[in-house]
């Protein structure tokens, strides 16, 4: 079965670099979700996209944004970028379905790790 | 909105003893509730996810949870857990239509 891919599986930048991430949810999944999870530390939410229009945010830094496109595929953009950015970046997909009761499980790509020199 | 406590941060356990890794959570509303894991440098996985129906669930790897709304508890439970448990564990919560919510993560160790 297809699974949540990212893109690149690695990453490494410089300070005050840009850098862009990928992924390619589930077909027919409603819903995409980046989180990002630094070392020893529990995934935390960044924002979320159902149906290509942002759902939620999280703890987003204002130097990243993120969109969903036509085919669903969603994009992380990372400017200026910080040491602090370092990390291992989600991306998980889901059919939340709020008209037909979806359960929201999240299904996960193997992340995206960035380093910043 | 929900919310997850995961109770244990460190759970070291010797091979072959039984685990239990807790999980709480509170809601206004019905949830469903999910524990993945996270093996060294890899993706999450879902274990096992209770959605309705009986509260036992069972999931991979031998692993199962009983769900208590009473007690607003999750926990996850193994008999005998060996060497390739060793894992970080996220207790999960969403509910229809509305954010997902993780815990803050268990590290199990189980030693040989």
């Known amino acids: 079965a297809a699974g949540v891919i990212q893109s690149p599986r690695h990453l490494i930048k410089e300070k005050r670099e840009t850098a862009t991430l990928k992924c390619y949810p589930i077909?027919?999944?409603?819903?995409v979700y980046w989180y990002q999870q630094g070392p020893g530390q529990d995934p935390q939410f960044l924002i979320s996209f159902y149906e290509k229009m942002q759902s939620d945010k999280g703890s987003i830094p204002d130097r990243f944004s993120a969109q969903q496109f036509s085919d669903y595929h969603s994009e992380l953009n990372m400017s200026s970028l910080e040491l602090g950015d370092s990390a291992l970046y989600f991306c998980?997909?889901?059919?939340?379905?709020?008209?037909?009761?979806?359960?929201?499980?999240?299904?996960f790509g193997e992340g995206s790790r960035l380093t910043v020199l | 909105a929900q919310s997850v406590t995961q109770l244990d941060s460190q759970v070291p356990v010797f091979e072959e003893a039984p685990v239990e890794l807790r999980c709480n959570y509170s809601?206004?509303?019905?949830?469903?509730l999910f524990w993945y894991v996270q093996y060294p440098n890899q993706g999450l996985q879902l274990l096992l996810k209770y959605l309705s129906g009986s509260t036992l669930v069972k999931g991979i790897n031998g692993f199962e949870a009983e769900f208590n709304k009473s007690q607003t508890s999750f926990h996850l439970r193994k008999p005998s857990v060996h060497i390739s448990d060793t894992a970080e564990y996220f207790c999960a919560v969403s509910a229809a239509g509305n954010q997902f919510y993780f815990g803050t993560g268990t590290s199990l160790t189980v030693i040989p």
């Open positions: 809601s206004s509303v019905s949830v469903y």
């Open positions: 077909p027919r999944h409603d819903t």
């Open positions: 998980a997909s889901s059919l939340v379905g709020r008209f037909e009761g979806g359960t929201g499980e999240l299904f």
